[in-house]
């Protein structure tokens, strides 16, 4: 069974502020991501998903239409752990290498901004490491996620509206653009790149 506590937020409800305010980060972790615990535990209660950590449960789902609603409540447990922990207002210089692979930290938004600009409805922007430094920056649609494919995440963007809606309404550009200004803590993104 997964709790709620096995996903602590490695902030403060009040460290984003005033980019993300506590209200925002209160709801959306203590609502959404627990509803999405509390519903996989639901769905795979009495399963062969029930003994499984939550990757081989989000790979063991991926592809099965009688395990959909399985997979999509692992794979936003998985994602919106993922997202929290990008977050932070400490470590918000872009660094070297990101600069180096885009052509600097102006061109980074640019396809970023780009990538999240065609997401239509809810979904997920992610920047992706493939092994030899070479990374590529996709979006997924509702609660799909990299990992179902073998990819390995190094930074998330959560586009459903519960990211956003109580601090910027309908304007998710904004959010789009203070998040990639403010609220990424590149040094989570560094390290998860063990490089």
Not at 12 to 34: G, N
Not at 44 to 71: C, H, P, V, Y
Request: glycine share 6%; hydrophobic share 40%.
């Amino acid at each position: 069974m997964f709790n709620l506590t096995d996903y602590p937020l490695p902030f403060r409800e009040t460290d984003l502020e005033p980019y993300m305010s506590a209200d925002t980060v209160r709801t959306h972790y203590e609502r959404h991501l627990a509803t999405y615990i509390a519903n996989l535990n639901n769905l795979i209660a009495g399963t062969k998903f029930a003994n499984m950590d939550l990757r081989e449960i989000i790979i063991g789902a991926a592809n099965d239409s009688a395990t959909q609603k399985i997979f999509n409540n692992a794979a936003q447990v998985f994602n919106h752990e993922f997202f929290f922990n990008c977050l932070g207002r400490g470590n918000n210089e872009t660094p070297d290498i990101i600069s180096n692979v885009f052509g600097g930290k102006e061109e980074f938004i640019k396809q970023f901004k780009s990538v999240a600009a065609d997401v239509f409805g809810s979904g997920w922007v992610w920047l992706l490491h493939n092994g030899e430094n070479k990374f590529e920056i996709v979006a997924t649609k509702n609660a799909d996620t990299p990992i179902a494919r073998g990819k390995k995440p190094v930074l998330a963007l959560d586009l459903w509206e519960h990211a956003y809606y109580l601090d910027y309404k309908n304007r998710r550009s904004d959010f789009i653009d203070v998040f990639l200004n403010h609220l990424i803590d590149w040094k989570f993104v560094v390290d998860n790149m063990n490089i």
